[in-house]
């Protein structure tokens, strides 16, 4: 029995790390710095990563695809466009799409809540010589443009002209700006009503870099006339993949995003295309039409409606979704189909499942699944808001052939499911959304399999030995009522809700929240809800000495069995704390430490991982003809077996970077070396014994370069190569050489053309030595 | 050869000096002409504004203007003709000094940030940090309303002066005593800068070619 358990946990723990993220992020955040989503594992189970960002202060993510790196080198990279611009920090998780459906993100935990904070370098100084002219107090913005000049007359022979940059609502307006020996003008079309900021931005002629003070105004509603505009970007992608070993891989896409706007009137449109979709897949393509006039909109073809945790999100529908929105009251309505039905194929090889001496494989068979929904939310979305929710998921039995779910010997392969759930959330939010309190609710009807549809009024009767009033086959349009109904007698285990708070004062940000998710609640259209699990969740965030020491602080303890259906409840608590001091503007010094317990009620298991890592780095810009900055890092992280001892493995990693920006020629390098020292030691297991062995220590050793070039603004070779040796029980080595052009051929359009080449050996099993050739082209047009 | 040389290159940054913006037109509301070196445009929102450019503002049409140390703003009215000048001084700080040929504007001027000169045809108006008004008719004779802070107020032909304390206007007509009341003969807060609405309609012909019409509305 101790066996199959430490079997079961092994394959758990296997299965649990089937894809394993983390990240790779600059110490503190600038303009185009590179984010990297590291795909330790899984990397090829992978569809697609998406980065989720905002400034601090603001309350939604906006989203950007990732860049797929190699099979050689496993990252997701993204840098967020120079035109958005944050002022203290930006908070940010990723979230990675594997093609079975699943989304894992980093930070696992509560992304949303708990994000990845980044500091902006902030060597900016305030200068008071940068005069803002326009707008001007004495005269109200004109209501057809709108004028921002600032005046920099005192200082105009100590700083670059060309670089001069205007940022309005925190995107960079500088190349529709006219910059003069004196002043920096930029005229545009009267924004919409609400608070708008700008700043001005410069470099000293000595390389220091300066601002003005940030300003704002407020326009007004009455002078909102927007002019007809069309805007939106198009761009194309292709990668041809090619290895000694596996089959080719080839990818070309193609997205359009056409923006519409006159007066009151907006129209939106994407589609995405894909090579990879497949009609026997779920789909990947994208198309949707959003229409907005004021208090309603529309939108036609895929789309992400998120009507609160526990009702749906996260989760793609192709349908149609309306909106009602007046300042008190609103309604959503939606209708379409959250899956496609796939039909099967029937297969009898030696690898697939036996029943009854015949073997089936049923190939990611699916129903198509019709999703509706309908919320109704009252109340000021800044003040206070009151929702309620319905939805509706249903497999449509029919769109399947009869053969496709059934083997010859009646089996059913796979259960179509009908799905109700009613939800309720509410926010208070105040002093400008800094202290907001919500709540949300949801109960959940589930029928695992609706084949057979609704039981007749006689056999509920006989099923719950009582007399029923309602007739299940009069219902069965709104809900199938039969002997496949879980739980049969609803109860606390088919509930969830929630409560969190989260304040934003005095430069600290303070979140809790608790969660509880019954082990019979089952909502199809939320895209991933781990059931049976209560959850709290504890961070903080502070900002202290003009962001010069950060401390952030994150607790989460999550228990299982909530409704006592299990034989043991398992705990698991994580701890993560990590202090960043910046005490010059060339300086930092980071310290971190996480630890996850994981035990349950039996005292049959216990484990235990810990990372602690510290880090230190300075830029020295003694060296004159490249400022350089050095950092250097260490972790030690430890995975743990407490009670069985069965695996114990320690791993030690020290990296080394050097980042250099060449002063007198458009020259950028990295240089880093990582190495990592393992000791570890595991139980073998046999059928007689078992014993503990000392695996070999191992260790591995990387050295990488990039390398960019800018010339003339306008074409950036791009070069990176890495060099990975692994010795101990696994030894190999690779090599990776990325070689690639940007070329920007205006300020609206840009290509990327990129070789990569990878070659991996294996001393021992030269039987799995391979290499890999990829190229890739990236064209993108905005307009 | 050295000395040619040097007051070459202050001659060469004094020319520069000269094109460089010193204002910028805030506002530039109906007929507003821009004249350059007798080169005559329509004056625009966020243009700059250079030495001795003339403002020129028709019937029914106003101008406003800020100097590039954003210390003083001056409203043109309609029918006006100003002149705008300024220049750094020693102390770094920027001389306005501006020539009102005729027609009224109002003016607000931070205190200790370089003269404000104001110059009539018989008049000139000295400022060191107020808010007032200056109207001048055809004959050059010139009044002004203070709101706030103090004016000088000195004729051209024999040099008299006054002082135009906050509350009070002085009239003068160039020469002889400046009188100076009590009261002003004009509100502060003149509604010359309404909220302006436009309305477009477009219109279509069976052909496609299609022409809007604006109205602008307060």
Same mark, same amino acid.
């Given at each position: ?530 059931? !049976?699990? $209560?959850?709290?969740?504890? %961070?903080? /965030?502070?900002?202290?000495?003009? &962001?010069?020491? =950060? @401390?952030?602080?994150? #607790? ?67 060296? !004159?003809? $490249?400022?350089?900055?050095? %950092?250097? /890092?260490?972790?030690?992280?430890? &995975?743990?077996? =407490? @009670?069985?001892?069965? #695996? ?136 | ?218």
């Amino acid at each position: 029995m101790k066996t199959l358990i430490m079997s079961f946990l092994l394959c758990s723990i296997t299965f649990a790390f089937a894809v394993n993220l983390s990240v790779e992020l600059p110490e503190v955040y600038e303009n185009n710095s590179e984010l990297i989503l590291r795909v330790d594992e899984g990397f090829n189970d992978i569809e697609k990563a998406t980065l989720y960002f905002r400034a601090d202060d603001e309350e939604s993510y906006i989203s950007l695809d990732m860049q797929k790196g190699l099979v050689s080198e496993p990252i997701y990279t993204v840098s967020i466009p120079s035109n958005y611009s944050f002022d203290s920090a930006v908070e940010l998780y990723f979230e990675a799409l594997t093609e079975n459906g699943q989304k894992i993100t980093y930070p696992q935990i509560n992304p949303q809540l708990n994000p990845l904070r980044l500091i902006v370098a902030n060597s900016d100084t305030i200068s008071e010589s940068i005069i803002l002219l326009s707008p001007d107090v004495n005269f109200p913005i004109n209501a057809e443009e709108l004028i921002i000049a600032f005046s920099y007359f005192s200082i105009q022979n100590d700083i670059k002209a060309n670089s001069i940059k205007i940022f309005f609502d925190g995107k960079d307006y500088s190349s529709k700006a006219k910059i003069t020996k004196n002043m920096a003008i930029l005229k545009l079309p009267t924004p919409k009503a609400g608070k708008h900021t700008f700043k001005m931005k410069a470099e000293s002629v000595m390389g220091n870099k300066i601002s003005s003070k940030d300003f704002s105004f407020d326009q007004n509603k009455s002078a909102k006339i927007i002019p007809f505009n069309i805007d939106g970007s198009l761009s194309a992608y292709g990668k041809y993949e090619s290895n000694s070993e596996t089959d080719n891989y080839n990818d070309a896409n193609m997205r359009l995003i056409l923006n519409v706007r006159k007066n009151w009137f907006r129209l939106k449109s994407k589609t995405f295309l894909t090579s990879l979709e497949d009609s026997k897949k779920q789909p990947l393509n994208r198309f949707s039409l959003d229409i907005d006039v004021p208090h309603f909109g529309v939108k036609i073809g895929d789309f992400s409606p998120d009507f609160g945790s526990f009702a749906i999100n996260s989760v793609n529908v192709r349908g149609v979704f309306s909106e009602l929105n007046f300042k008190l009251f609103r309604l959503q309505a939606l209708y379409g189909d959250s899956k496609r039905a796939i039909p099967g194929k029937l297969y009898t090889t030696n690898n697939s499942e036996t029943v009854n001496g015949d073997l089936y494989v049923n190939n990611d068979i699916a129903f198509a699944r019709e999703t509706t929904g309908i919320k109704m939310e009252f109340g000021h979305e800044r003040y206070f808001n009151y929702g309620l929710s319905f939805v509706k998921n249903k497999d449509r039995v029919s769109s399947l052939d009869e053969e496709q779910y059934f083997a010859p010997d009646s089996t059913l392969l796979v259960r179509p499911k009908d799905n109700i759930v009613i939800a309720t959330d509410t926010r208070f939010a105040f002093k400008d959304q800094r202290i907001v309190f919500g709540a949300e609710a949801a109960m959940s009807l589930y029928n695992s399999n609706i084949i057979d549809g609704a039981i007749s009024q006689d056999s509920l009767e006989t099923l719950v030995g009582q007399e029923i009033p309602i007739d299940p086959e009069d219902l069965e349009g709104f809900f199938v009522v039969n002997s496949n109904i879980e739980p049969f007698e609803p109860g606390l285990s088919n509930l969830s809700y929630k409560a969190y708070m989260r304040v934003f004062l005095l430069r600290n940000l303070f979140n809790i929240s608790y969660s509880y998710v019954g082990s019979s609640f089952n909502n199809l259209s939320v895209g991933y809800l781990a059931k !049976d699990l $209560a959850t709290i969740s504890i %961070s903080d /965030n502070i900002a202290l000495f003009n &962001n010069r020491f =950060l @401390l952030n602080i994150s #607790y989460n303890m999550n228990n299982n069995n909530l409704s006592d259906d299990k034989e043991f409840t398992t705990n698991n608590n994580t701890f993560y704390a990590q202090v960043y001091v910046r005490p010059t503007n060339d300086s930092f010094f980071n310290f971190s430490y996480n630890i996850n317990n994981t035990d349950n009620s039996s005292d049959t298991f216990e484990t235990r991982t810990s990372v602690y890592s510290i880090g230190m780095g300075y830029n020295v810009k003694q060296i !004159d003809y $490249a400022p350089t900055k050095f %950092s250097v /890092n260490f972790s030690n992280s430890v &995975n743990e077996d =407490l @009670l069985g001892n069965t #695996y114990d493995f320690q791993k030690n990693v020290i990296t080394i970077s050097a980042n250099s920006k060449y002063r007198d020629f458009p020259l950028k390098s990295k240089i880093g070396y990582s190495v990592a020292l393992d000791e570890n030691k595991r139980v073998s297991f046999d059928d007689s014994y078992c014993e503990i062995e000392e695996l070999d220590d191992s260790s591995y050793h990387s050295v990488f370069v990039n390398t960019s070039y800018l010339f003339n603004e306008k074409i950036e070779p791009i070069a990176k190569f890495r060099f990975s040796v692994s010795s101990g029980d696994f030894e190999y080595s690779s090599q990776n050489v990325n070689i690639g052009t940007k070329y920007k051929f205006d300020r609206k359009t840009d290509l990327y053309a990129g070789l990569g080449f990878a070659n991996y050996n294996y001393p021992n099993l030269d039987e799995n030595d391979n290499s890999e050739l990829e190229l890739s082209i990236n064209l993108k047009r905005r307009f | 050869m050295k000395k040619i040389l040097l007051s070459l290159i202050v001659l060469l940054l004094f020319c520069i000096n000269l094109s460089a913006s010193v204002a910028i037109t805030l506002k530039a509301v109906g007929d507003v002409s821009l004249i350059r070196e007798e080169n005559v445009s329509k004056a625009e929102n966020g243009t700059e504004l250079e030495n001795n450019d003339q403002l020129e503002t028709k019937k029914n049409s106003y101008a406003a203007v800020k100097f590039v140390d954003g210390s003083s703003v001056i409203k043109v009215f309609p029918n006006s003709v100003l002149t705008i000048n300024a220049e750094e001084g020693e102390d770094k700080k920027l001389n306005k000094k501006t020539n009102l040929k005729v027609g009224e504007l109002w003016a607000k001027v931070t205190k200790k940030t370089g003269g404000f000169v104001i110059d009539t045809p018989t008049t000139v108006v000295s400022v060191k940090g107020t808010s007032f008004n200056v109207d001048v008719d055809e004959n050059g004779i010139t009044v002004v309303n203070t709101f706030e802070g103090s004016v000088e107020m000195k004729n051209k032909k024999d040099g008299k002066s006054a002082i135009i304390g906050a509350g009070k206007h002085g009239r003068s007509n160039g020469s002889g005593d400046i009188e100076v009341l009590d009261g002003n003969t004009t509100q502060e807060e003149k509604n010359v800068d309404p909220e302006v609405k436009i309305l477009e309609i477009e219109l279509e012909n069976s052909e496609g070619n299609s022409k809007i019409i604006k109205i602008e509305f307060e």
